[in-house]
Every structure is written in structure tokens, then in C-alpha cells.
């Protein structure tokens, strides 16, 4: 099991960027996958996660309406669309996966609740 996120870069405030989480050694069809960010100084949080099933989606109150959470199960990844970015955004970015086979909902979108880790993509807001 293995996932890769890539995207991540220098950007100015308003900009945008689209993250990608790309899983390898499994599919993704029973997995729900999160998308977490860990600031110099700070906790890991829950930007955005979206089920396997229904396509239930939650996002962080700090980023609603500026991203998008999205999932191509054809390819194997899913994405995270960044836009209106602010310096506050800057972090890096981790996707990760938990099946939900059994989850009658959503899982919150935390670090607990998460299995399998990529490796970080670091996003820069600033001008």
C-alpha cells in the first residue's frame, strides 16, 4: 500500500494549485481518502476528506469554498483543488487512506481515523 502526493510548490496569494494522491499496490474503490496539513509549530489537521461510496465529502470551515476534493477512481487518485490560496495555507500537505467497507458514514476527517500515510508535498503561499 502505497500512496504518493505531488502538486505542492510556490504560489502567491490567490493562487492555485491542484494536489494529487496517487495510490499504488491497491485500489482506491473502498477507501476513503483525507487530505491533512501540519504547519511549522502545529498539529496535523483535516483539510478535506471524501468516502469511497457515496462521494460524502467534508472540508476544513478554514478552506470551505476554496477547495475542491475529488476523486478519480479510474486513475487511482484523487485530487485536491486549491484556490484562493493564502499565506495561512502554507503547510505541508499529506494524503491518506482508510477503508471504509464498513463505515456507515463519513469517518471524521483526523489523523486518528487515517491508516496508511503518503509522504508530505510542501505548499508555499507567498508573494
Known amino acids: 500500500v502505497q500512496l504518493q502526493a505531488s502538486g505542492g510548490g510556490l504560489v502567491q496569494p490567490g493562487g492555485s494549485l491542484r494536489l494529487s494522491c496517487a495510490a499504488s499496490?491497491?485500489?482506491?474503490?473502498?477507501?476513503?481518502i483525507g487530505w491533512f496539513r501540519q504547519a511549522p509549530g502545529k498539529e496535523r489537521d483535516g483539510v478535506s476528506c471524501?468516502?469511497?461510496?457515496?462521494?460524502?465529502?467534508y472540508y476544513a470551515d478554514s478552506v470551505k469554498g476554496r477547495f475542491t476534493i475529488s476523486r478519480d477512481n479510474a486513475k487511482n487518485t484523487v485530487y485536491l483543488q486549491m484556490n484562493s490560496l493564502k499565506p495561512e495555507d502554507t503547510a505541508v500537505y499529506y494524503c491518506?487512506?482508510?477503508?471504509?467497507?464498513?463505515?456507515?458514514?463519513?469517518?471524521?476527517?483526523?489523523?486518528?481515523?487515517?491508516?496508511?500515510w503518503g509522504q508530505g508535498t510542501l505548499v508555499t503561499v507567498s508573494s
Open positions: 491518506a487512506s482508510r477503508n471504509d467497507d464498513t463505515d456507515e458514514f463519513l469517518a471524521p476527517c483526523s489523523s486518528w481515523y487515517y491508516d496508511d
Open positions: 499496490g491497491f485500489t482506491l474503490d473502498n477507501y476513503a
Open positions: 471524501i468516502s469511497s461510496s457515496d462521494g460524502s465529502t
